[in-house]
């Protein structure tokens, strides 16, 4: 039994038993790596940093989709920013009233390998006719994506460091917010706030969004092998209210079966304790 | 730097790094470790086991107790079962409405030692003239106690394994509910859900109260020094509704500053995830 340890701090590190190393390459953007153990199956690391396992992607995979699917019932066009597995796709997939997905995620070799090693988030998703992929740089594609063109944007970035940094710039926020239509929303990746460092990313992130989005909110999650546990998503948009608007007994209508969203989660997750309220108002 | 290692499951490692083994001691009871680190400050561990740091003691201590005493502000006698830190009785004391509170701790070694090194939760709390001390079996200690005689059981345990097994049973759980007047409510230490060992601990604690108790609940908060960073309480009670019955505007107007719990997310806590729901149910 060998073991992945990924620092979470200076001072705290978490570490996974695998049995293989499946994959190593340094692509044009990152480093990637492939495991396969038995308590948490298949994963993969860019850069060294645990991004997808096959024992809890369920839960960063459902809340990262269904807060907003619930939020607007009438959602069609929906781009993913990043999101290489295919998880994050194969979510949105799921709703049969969606009708265009477009992922831009700027290396292929992630979606590749997750093709051959990951069915669990990647199989079916380039298949589906609804779906297109651009194997380009994120805040490329919405600079030329054009004005009021998508409903949802879910930015499934890795963290504001190397390849992921230019997801996290008010740059890229305000196209966003361009390419979003009336009701649009845009859901972004907004890391955590135990460990120092992510505390900062978050914080920076929030007050670029605040700066551009009329409505901004943040919502929690559970996921385990993500440093402390405790991670964040952002809900930003341009009139809809996450709690307030929420069609959810629409959503329940749907049927999905989910293992971790629900629609009193849905509610529960925008709940956040004081310490991070605090650090999300001060700036 | 030397490294504090615990197991949370035969695949997953969790350390922290400390640079100062402050105690260790074999007490009657069980092994005792103190430790004091830059990032965690001091923290403790029992049997090989994260118990109480201080840099995520809070959320813990603040869980165990503000639920309960804002769904009812009439609570007056307070027993706790274990927490020989004196974190929970710390947080029980800050309510001037409270009359008297009992602490039944099995290894006074806990308390003494906690005092020596953790006056975060330990100070001030024997000094407290509403405060009462048993150094012996909580079990033991229910068994004697008058019928109808708390308003509020505490049970902040260890996992039940070893020394903490007694208070995850049946017959301790039935004197539980004679203790407790008929407003009473029984908060305890719920485990898990993510890894299985936990998991299992989790099911079969909440199928044991739900067989005893006419309302049970379960609520979780982000832990993250303790496995998976998922972790739960179970609110268990006579007549009151933590969720209908809560005086959350009263609870505001104590005026407490807390770093963890607010009236929101005492509600958002009790929204469960899907998996968990589901093991709570089947049995």
């Not at 705290?12 to 994959?23: G, N, Q, R, T």
């Not at 994506?145 to 926020?173: K, M, N």
């Amino acid at each position: 039994m060998k073991w992945y340890t990924e620092e979470w701090s200076k001072e705290c590190k978490f570490s996974i038993a695998y049995d293989e190393h499946l994959h190593s390459e340094k692509s044009d953007f990152q480093q990637i790596d492939f495991y396969k153990g038995e308590e948490f199956g298949t994963f993969f690391t860019l850069d060294g940093l645990m991004m997808v396992n096959e024992k809890d992607e369920f839960i960063y995979h459902d809340m990262i989709v269904h807060p907003a699917m619930a939020t607007n019932p009438a959602i069609k066009n929906v781009l993913i920013i990043g999101g290489g597995d295919g998880g994050t796709a194969r979510e949105v997939l799921r709703y049969g009233h969606v009708e265009n997905v477009v992922m831009a995620e700027i290396d292929e070799r992630v979606f590749r390998l997750s093709q051959e090693y990951l069915p669990i988030t990647a199989l079916g998703v380039e298949e589906d006719p609804r779906m297109t992929l651009h194997f380009e740089d994120g805040l490329a594609y919405v600079k030329n994506a054009p004005d009021h063109s998508f409903d949802l944007i879910l930015v499934d970035s890795t963290d504001p460091i190397s390849v992921g940094e230019g997801l996290f710039t008010t740059a890229f926020y305000q196209e966003c917010f361009r390419v979003l239509n009336d009701k649009g929303i845009l859901i972004n990746q907004h890391e955590s706030p135990y460990f120092a460092e992510y505390a900062e990313n978050m914080k920076k992130a929030h007050q670029k969004i605040k700066d551009i989005f009329p409505i901004t909110h943040v919502y929690q999650y559970h996921m385990p092998t993500y440093p402390s546990g405790h991670w964040l998503f952002g809900f930003a948009s341009k009139s809809l209210d996450p709690l307030q608007d929420a069609d959810l007994a629409q959503w329940e209508r749907y049927g999905l079966k989910t293992k971790y969203y629900n629609v009193d989660l849905h509610k529960g997750s925008f709940a956040l304790s004081s310490y991070v309220k605090e650090q999300l108002t001060h700036e």
